[in-house]
């Protein structure tokens, strides 16, 4: 790779990498049946800009799809529904990292609970954190002595200490790299050679990341959650926009019972659920320690124990 050919870090690639770190998506099966698991790509980057804006609101279904297969693929920085650029929301959000850093870390917390992959053997969450650094150190439009907020107690480190990480706190470690992102690198078109050469043109199929960013990292990086009641227990959170990418599934009808046209009840019991509560233009995270079971069928209902 020449100089060049090196990859840059914005908010098109950024969330490319973001996306490989996502919860496993439901099943074509449930899909089909109207379930939907609030993992597609319209909604995760809602999800993003929420950490930006808590008072964001979600355009009307399906509005945002173009918008953002455009940002992901570096085509455009701002638009409609996009409030990235020179804007009150980017000076607001700088704002509250640099002076109500709690706040802002609390906002990315959530969204990785909502969204990301941690804790588990396939380690999404390492992988994402070392492809992150990775891309920042490759990055030579991006200077040795430049800091990100990436530290959990809202300090900064320059780009020269990436390379001695081995103990990331994820929420914090994404918080500063996204907030470097939307404050510094506000023209998002110089990733598109980027993500051209890790998502290559398949006919009319989707394109897929076929990158290696985070491969040469071989040092292992310890990557945590902050302690707090949001946990990444959370199932869905629906953000009412357009159903989840299912193009590369097969639907499984399985043993459905055709001839009752009504399934019979199924009895689910989820140990500490994370409830989310909308009220009015806003939302809360109820942690919950109990245990909920639901009865799923015609006379559903459920009980909180």
Known sequence: MTKGDNPRLCGGTFFVLVLQALKQRVKARQHYKGER???SDPEVLIGLIKVINPDYQEPKEG???GKTNDFKSCKTSTGQYLPFGVTPEIEAFDERVRNEYEDALGAMTEFVALFLETGTKVKKDERLVKALIDLIEQDDSIKPDEELYIKENGGKIKKTALGGLDDVCLPAFLLGV??????YRKDNSV?????????PENGRAPRVYSGDMGKRITRKIEVRMPETDVTEEAEIY?????DADQSDSEFDFGDEDTKAGTPPPTQQIINNPLIIQQKGDGNAVIPNYGTVNLTLGKHGGGSNE
């Open 238 to 242: 629906d953000f009412g926009d357009e």
């Open 63 to 65: 509005a945002l799809k």
């Open 178 to 183: 996204w907030h470097y992102v939307v404050v």
């Open 191 to 199: 990733g598109r050679d980027t993500y051209d050469r890790w998502c």
């Open 37 to 39: 698991d609030g993992l």
